[in-house]
């Protein structure tokens, strides 16, 4: 059943063929049981104004031939009665189309009533309604009624008349009726449904049979369309549809390639603009790095002179080595982001304890400076991990610092967690937060979020802390609401030696707002 589901969701081709099929076959069964109903209801009324006539002609001959009896002792006049219900159906019961009950006398109860009947009929047979209109009345009555005459096997339909006889010599009330069985009319009707079923069967499988021919030439290029575009999405922008006609798909199938040539043309912009980029921004943090260690090396000469200058000249001296220090580190960074985007990035790897890099927050210089308490979970017990120590510290040093002079929280967390095949570290923090925006945007290069609260960061860190996470092939990923606080979740795997493409990212701590 699961698989019949799915098919049914992945598969257009499924959904419109058993659409129409199903929605085919609820239309033919309607009609053809609309014109059953009326076949059989047309041969009833056609054969029901035959029978009731030919009832009524016997009847009357019924009557008169009762009439026409003198007897009045009650035993010659069952005998009389017994041989007019023999001489009506005095023909062979094969050839005969009908069967006669009489029932009677009515009303006196000290007298056996000469039931007599054509067959093993019983007179109780006869629907009660029926008995009780000719009882209670003259005239002439019919019913439809399923009985079992004429030695059929099951109930046929039966149309069922009677009328009162009386006798003129004693005065009393006979009831006699006549049972016609429509089982010619039943043979027509069985025959009609026959083939109303076997020609709906076959008219379902001829519009099952046209509608998928038909959905095939639709889908068909629909699918093909489906595999070019997946191979879009992998990288392929090679692949080209193949037109045929001026129909429809093909408007499509050439609309994707010029769709496919216009990607393909702003990709290959996009990749020379980022590959200027990297080469520029490599180039440049290169260049700037050996003028750098002299200006450095003249300003540290400056600074260790500032107490014999006067105060603004000092406080310049100051100033001026710790912009210097700001700026190597922003070369620092952006030769690590050049390194990234090269693939030249490089692990050194060794056995790193988690929680013991966790442990040493709690003296983080920047937290201690602004006033920010840094509370440990999970770091009681050793978190062993391969990584390359200098990257992953680097990472949890960036998280702390952000979330110290960021997110206005008094306090921080730093908690550890750890599972068979992964660990995870988490910094959390209860002040600001991050919105839906903020929350994937956060990792963005030179991104930052409101000025007036930062310290002037270059806006890298955080973009480094996840180039080195993911070179682990790790993650790390922000989760936060505004006004509750934000926690950034490192997730690392024991091994860094994973199949292609699989990454550790199920964090090993529970979260606050994932």
Do not use: C
């Amino acid at each position: 059943m699961s698989r019949l589901l799915g098919l049914w969701r992945r598969s257009l081709q499924v959904r419109v063929v058993l659409s129409t099929v199903l929605l085919s076959s609820f239309v033919i069964g309607l009609t053809g049981s609309a014109l059953l109903t009326s076949v059989a209801a047309g041969l009833a009324e056609r054969r029901q104004e035959v029978v009731v006539a030919e009832a009524r002609s016997g009847l009357d001959a019924a009557q008169a031939q009762l009439d026409a009896e003198v007897e009045s002792v009650p035993t010659a006049q069952s005998i009389s009665l017994a041989q007019i219900v023999d001489t009506l159906t005095q023909t062979d019961p094969s050839a005969r189309a009908y069967e006669l009950v009489l029932d009677g006398p009515f009303g006196a109860e000290d007298r056996t009533a000469p039931r007599r009947s054509s067959t093993a009929l019983d007179a109780d047979a006869v629907p009660a309604d029926l008995q009780q209109s000719v009882r209670s009345e003259p005239g002439l009555f019919w019913r439809y009624a399923e009985l079992s005459v004429l030695g059929a096997g099951n109930d046929v339909p039966t149309v069922v008349v009677g009328r009162q006889l009386t006798s003129p010599s004693t005065g009393d009330t006979y009831a006699m009726y006549y049972l016609f069985p429509l089982v010619e009319q039943q043979t027509t009707v069985d025959l009609v449904r026959r083939a109303l079923l076997v020609g709906g069967l076959v008219m379902v499988l001829l519009v099952g049979g046209v509608v998928l021919l038909v959905s095939r030439q639709v889908v068909g290029p629909v699918r093909l369309a489906r595999r070019v575009a997946e191979r879009y999405a992998a990288g392929n922008l090679e692949q080209r549809m193949h037109v045929e006609g001026e129909d429809d798909i093909a408007r499509l199938s050439t609309s994707f390639n010029q769709m496919a040539a216009s990607l393909q043309s702003q990709i290959r912009r996009l990749q020379d603009l980022s590959r200027l980029q990297q080469r520029f921004v490599s180039d440049v943090s290169h260049e700037l790095r050996t003028p750098l260690t002299t200006v450095q090396m003249g300003a540290q000469m400056l600074f260790d002179a500032r107490e014999t200058f006067d105060p603004k000249t000092a406080r310049a001296a100051e100033l001026l080595r710790t912009e210097l220090g700001r700026f190597e580190r922003l070369l620092s960074d952006l030769l690590d982001l050049s390194r990234f985007d090269a693939g030249a990035a490089q692990l050194e790897l060794s056995e790193v304890d988690l929680a013991d890099i966790a442990r040493r927050t709690r003296s983080d210089p920047v937290a201690g400076r602004l006033g920010v308490r840094v509370q440990v979970m999970g770091a009681a017990r050793p978190v062993k991990v391969e990584a390359d120590v200098r990257r992953v510290e680097r990472i949890v040093r960036n998280l702390v610092q952000n979330a110290a002079k960021y997110s206005g929280s008094p306090v921080i967390e730093v908690e550890v967690g750890q599972r068979a095949d992964r660990v995870s570290l988490v910094v959390r923090d209860f002040g600001v937060g991050l919105d839906d925006d903020e929350n994937l945007r956060v990792f963005d290069r030179f991104w930052r979020a409101d000025p007036a609260r930062t310290e002037g960061g270059t806006g890298l860190g955080l973009a480094i802390a996840r180039e080195d996470a993911g070179l682990h092939g790790g993650t790390l990923r922000a989760h936060g609401r505004p006004g509750e606080g934000a926690e950034f979740v490192l997730t690392l795997p024991r091994r860094v030696e994973r199949p292609e493409g699989e990454v550790a990212d199920e964090p090993a701590v529970a979260l606050r707002f994932a």
